[in-house]
């Protein structure tokens, strides 16, 4: 589901759409608010003259969409394509005479495959390209899409490859780092440590922790950087361990990896017999997974994360639909094909803008408020969740207007 905040083109739009409900919600466009799109030549769309397309199609409305997947990537790439497409599929069954068609092209996951994918779509007439999944094969497609003058609404994770034009649909590091550390520090949280992978990840966390902990006055007393390899553990236990002469003069500890270095890192403490009383340990989006929130010793601990209630509606329909549970991600691609269609529908010959694209009202989606910065970069609405040992509630709720907060 996505539903539009605040849409004015060059000539305002006045009237509201709601489409036919889907499940428990629907898909809808509300009325204008105020959002200025201005207009942008280099962003102009002209009716392209419609070629034959090859490959799979999926829908058949008059404006073309490209979507690039890794179908035949290495490891669990093809799993992650197939995933996606139905998601797409399941869009476009899900909205309403969508006057969109998706052009699936394959990047095999690679910068080459990325940017002959999208010269492919762009040939057949695409406006926009979904996707791809992986940064390599974004950065290719970007380079080819750049040059034609359409813009790319992509699903990696990795901001390096964000510019204007390419925008980053997925979940960000640097959202889930705001939203956790705004919410500790209303909660009277003011001294932290952190213990952060010593990789890529790790550095973007530690540089979006650095800046929030200080926009929000607080003061940071360690930081510990390990090293995993494999199955070894061995760095993680002992950087663990060096925290424990800190925490006494610590209310919060961030540990924003996912999997088992959370309980790992709650039992090493304990067992080091480390003063947490006061701590509260806090994660990332990457704790949202039945293994950490069944785990009793993390119980207290806080993460952010997406409004739970439109993925388990989507993760029904999708289950109805092809028989498996799909993966957390797989509203990136449902989201995608929603927000291109509904653009379709009520923005017109501006309908890929980026005036349109990155109004400051957003959109609202499967898993909840999202808009494009001009960097190419998101923010999100997250709430927060608090772990109870054998699942986690809600103890702050997302935001549901960018202007408000609330």
């Known amino acids: 589901m996505i539903k539009f905040n605040g849409l004015r083109a060059a000539q305002k739009l006045t009237s509201a759409w709601r489409a036919a409900t889907v499940g428990v919600s629907a898909l809808a466009l509300a009325s204008c608010v105020g959002s200025t799109l201005g207009s942008f030549p280099d962003n102009q769309i002209q009716a392209p003259t419609q070629t034959t397309v090859s490959g799979e ?9 490209g979507l690039l997947l890794p179908m035949s990537g290495a490891g669990s790439a093809n799993s992650i394509a197939q995933v996606f497409r139905n998601s797409a599929e399941l869009a476009l069954n899900n909205f309403p005479n969508a006057d ?28 926009l390209i979904l996707g791809p999944v992986f940064a390599p094969a974004v950065a290719g497609a970007a380079a080819t899409a750049r040059a034609s003058g359409v813009p790319v609404v992509a699903f990696s994770t990795d901001t390096s490859v964000a510019a204007r034009g390419v925008y980053l649909l997925s979940f960000l590091p640097q959202s889930d780092v705001q939203r956790v550390i705004a919410h500790a520090s209303s909660k009277g949280k003011r001294s932290y440590a952190a213990l952060l992978p010593d990789d890529s990840y790790g550095a973007v966390v530690e540089a979006a922790f650095r800046q929030e902990v200080g926009r929000t006055g607080g ?7 390990y090293s995993l390899s494999g199955n070894n553990t061995a760095d993680l236990t002992a950087k663990t361990q060096a925290l424990v002469s800190s925490l006494p003069q610590v209310d919060a500890l961030f540990v924003p990896a996912g999997g ?8 090493t403490l304990m067992q080091q017999r480390a003063q947490l009383g006061n701590v509260t340990m806090l994660g990332s989006g990457q704790w949202d997974t039945q293994q950490t929130k069944s785990s009793p010793v993390l119980a207290g601990a806080w993460y952010p994360g997406p409004a739970d209630t439109g993925y388990q509606a989507f993760a029904g329909r999708y289950s109805q639909a092809y028989g498996t549970q799909p993966p957390r991600n797989a509203t990136l691609a449902y989201d995608g094909v929603t927000l291109a269609a509904g653009l379709v529908r009520s923005a017109g010959p501006q309908r890929f803008a980026t005036s349109v694209l990155t109004n400051r009202d957003g959109f609202i989606g499967i898993d909840g ?36 907060g609330t």
């Open 260 to 267: 088992g270095v959370p309980p790992l890192v709650m039992q």
């Open 100 to 127: 969109v068609q998706l052009l699936v092209k394959d990047t095999g996951g690679t910068s080459e495959g990325g940017r002959a994918a999208a010269q492919a779509a762009i040939n057949e007439g695409a406006e």
């Open 57 to 65: 199609t999926l829908g058949t409305g008059s404006v073309r969409v």
């Open 219 to 225: 003061r940071i007393v360690s930081i510990q950087r």
């Open 369 to 404: 408020l999202f808009r494009f910065l001009s960097s190419g970069e998101n923010e999100r609405g997250l709430a927060i969740y608090q772990l109870t040992g054998s699942g986690a509630q809600v103890v702050s709720p997302a935001p549901r207007d960018f202007r408000s």
